[in-house]
């Protein structure tokens, strides 16, 4: 699902700064009877049109493009000296060594690839203007959502994950569902099981857009890192929700930029292709993946990247025995080539298959 248009944001006001060259202190002394004034030193100044980007709902793993326009409004020139994203899932084009004429305007495009978890997002793309001490911030911002947008409530707060963390009464609750396109949809289980839905009945009702289901961590054996829900609507097949709780915390050697992997709604024999990016490996070289649960075969498919963000691709196929859902872990394998030993680290797949 495409992410809703870009919500206009107000403009700034204009960043000023004296320029730098400037003299950093006066003459001492007094000045020569025919000594010209000093001419008052040139201010720089920028403003940005849109320099906080609200992107409303964004689909997971979607890319969103936005374009910046920083224009000069001083009297000087303003040389681009840096454009540095906050985080490596935004790129942006080199710029180094632009010059702003005063009066012009510069475009600085910046591409966001949204990670796979929900919840809040924000990058900031800070550009370094010679001229100009302040550093400009470019901010997107918004909320990683499936089509259905599953959310708890924690003192009044409707957020994406279910907080038995710092409460631990909330294994029990409810979690409220919405499509954000506002189609009708039906709820289909809730971790495996038959859903309990409050003030509907299936067999009865029309399907809605939005319902509140309830959960109750307690009658499985143990408490488990996500809460999955789901649905029949075609972009939000499954629904997790991470759940925060004392036995849950998770803790990958590698630097798993996700703790989870989502093959969504599968049938028996069928190959479903997966990824995960790892970061900072340094020398570390991949070299395998396999499964932790004998029901379903695991085979690495490739790797691109470098050493500070690699992409591993490997495909998942459930056998018979798999039917029903499941969260089972795949263990990715990375070689130290000096010490020769192997580092690892689980990724949790999350799959419901069908017969």
């Known amino acids: 699902m495409a992410a809703p248009p870009l919500a206009a944001a107000q403009t700034p006001a204009p960043i000023t700064a004296v320029a730098t060259d400037a003299p950093a202190t006066a003459p001492q002394g007094p000045a020569p009877a025919t000594a010209p004034q000093a001419t008052p030193p040139t201010a720089g100044a920028v403003t940005v049109d849109q320099a906080n980007v609200d992107l409303g709902f964004i689909t997971p793993r979607s890319t969103i493009n936005h374009t910046f326009r920083i224009t000069n409004t001083g009297g000087i020139p303003l040389k681009v000296m840096a454009v540095k994203p906050s985080c490596t899932c935004t790129t942006t084009i080199n710029l180094d060594g632009k010059v702003i004429a005063p009066g012009a305007t510069l475009e600085v495009p910046a591409?966001?690839?949204?990670?796979?978890?929900?919840?809040?997002?924000?990058?900031?793309?800070?550009?370094?203007?010679?001229?100009?001490?302040?550093?400009?911030?470019?901010?997107?911002?918004?909320?990683?959502?499936?089509?259905?947008?599953?959310?708890?409530?924690?003192?009044?707060?409707?957020?994406?994950?279910?907080?038995?963390?710092?409460?631990?009464?909330?294994?029990?609750?409810?979690?409220?569902?919405?499509?954000?396109?506002?189609?009708?949809?039906?709820v289909r289980a809730v971790q495996g099981q038959p859903p309990t839905v409050e003030a509907f009945d299936p067999a009865k009702d029309a399907p809605r857009a939005e319902y509140t289901v309830a959960y109750d961590l307690t009658r499985l054996p143990k408490v488990p890192p996500y809460l999955v829900i789901e649905t029949d609507h075609p972009g939000a097949r499954l629904i997790d929700l991470r759940v925060r709780h004392a036995t849950t915390h998770i803790k990958p050697v590698l630097s798993l930029a996700e703790f989870r992997a989502s093959a969504g709604c599968v049938t028996v024999g069928a190959v479903v292709g997966l990824d995960i990016e790892i970061k900072n490996l340094g020398m570390l070289q991949v070299t395998g993946v396999r499964s932790g649960d004998p029901r379903f075969t695991v085979t690495m498919m490739g790797q691109s990247g470098?050493?500070?963000?690699?992409?591993?691709?490997?495909?998942?196929?459930?056998?018979?025995?798999?039917?029903?859902?499941?969260?089972?872990p795949v263990t990715i394998t990375a070689l130290d080539p000096v010490s020769k030993r192997n580092v690892e680290s689980d990724l949790l797949v999350l799959v419901q298959v069908d017969p």
């Not at 919840?119 to 203007?129: F, S």
């Not at 690699?310 to 029903?324: D, H, T």
């Open 111 to 186: 591409s966001m690839r949204a990670p796979a978890s929900t919840g809040q997002k924000q990058v900031v793309v800070n550009v370094v203007l010679q001229g100009l001490p302040k550093v400009v911030e470019l901010r997107m911002a918004g909320e990683i959502a499936f089509p259905v947008r599953a959310t708890t409530s924690v003192q009044g707060k409707d957020v994406p994950y279910v907080d038995a963390d710092s409460d631990p009464s909330r294994v029990r609750g409810t979690v409220k569902l919405k499509s954000t396109d506002g189609k009708p949809f039906l």
């Open 306 to 328: 470098d050493s500070k963000l690699r992409n591993v691709a490997f495909s998942i196929v459930a056998s018979p025995q798999a039917a029903g859902f499941s969260i089972f």
